[in-house]
């Protein structure tokens, strides 16, 4: 028998909570690990570990929680009501516990090199404060059009994300440390103590997400459509209306 099964919140919560310790582990341990080699993973090799992690893990888990590994995406998402508010603060606590417990292993095997990656405003405080909501407007406005909207190339959605991911990694990692996630800036913080200007990387990102996830809904609405002018004849042009109607 084929019966459609039901996934669980506290599933769903696991996967949440095993995705975004995968991408703290993976993302500053890679931080980590290139100041204990003097640099042999490099700037351009950490941004692609963060990207390459998002991906992994949005293929993994994404059938099952959504793959948000992300609280500026899942305030986000519900902001534009595309999540429920019930599961907001447990998908949050499972994201951030991921991150502490990914930040602590980190700890327990290397020490506290590199603040275990911990995300700080090396670009002075306003800078980073707009780098961070900047690029997070654009990675929530590439996630929402790619998990929202059935025109989109679904099965392309975990690349066209790691790959926002490690751009805009690359983009803004030297001045505000590029994380556009709370709770990979949370994390490290906790475990290494270094929390400067940590309420930037909680309020910038969740910020642009919002903003990224609405604007996106603001261009989908169908009230903003024109009918195209000058091409094919009127039998294909109500051939195509009906085709978007279905």
């Not at 899942?74 to 991150?99: E, K, M, S, W």
Request: glycine share 10%; no cysteine; proline share 3%.
């Amino acid at each position: 028998m084929d019966k459609k099964r039901t996934v669980t919140l506290l599933q769903r919560l696991l996967a949440e909570f095993i995705g975004t310790f995968a991408l703290v582990f993976v993302g500053t341990g890679a931080i980590v690990v290139n100041a204990l080699t003097n640099g042999e993973i490099s700037f351009l090799g950490i941004a692609l570990a963060f990207g390459l992690v998002v991906m992994i893990v949005v293929y993994a888990v994404g059938h099952i929680s959504g793959s948000h590994i992300n609280p500026a995406v899942t305030i986000a998402f519900t902001v534009a009501r595309h999540f429920p508010l019930r599961d907001v603060v447990p998908y949050i606590i499972a994201q951030v516990a991921g991150a502490i417990a990914a930040s602590f292993v980190l700890r327990a095997m290397f020490g506290n090199v590199a603040n275990l990656g911990a995300t700080l405003p090396v670009g002075g405080v306003s800078d980073s404060f707009f780098l961070e909501l900047l690029i997070t407007f654009i990675l929530m406005f590439v996630i929402v059009s790619v998990a929202t909207d059935t025109r989109a190339v679904g099965e392309a959605a975990a690349i066209a994300i790691g790959g926002s991911i490690a751009v805009l990694a690359l983009m803004a990692g030297l001045v505000s440390g590029g994380s556009m996630n709370p709770a990979r800036s949370l994390g490290p913080a906790i475990a290494s103590g270094a929390y400067s200007g940590i309420w930037i990387y909680l309020v910038a990102p969740t910020v642009g997400a919002v903003i990224g996830a609405l604007v996106y809904q603001l261009l989908k609405e169908r009230r903003w459509r024109e009918p195209e002018v000058g091409f094919g004849t009127e039998e294909e042009k109500g051939h195509q209306d009906k085709h978007e109607q279905q």
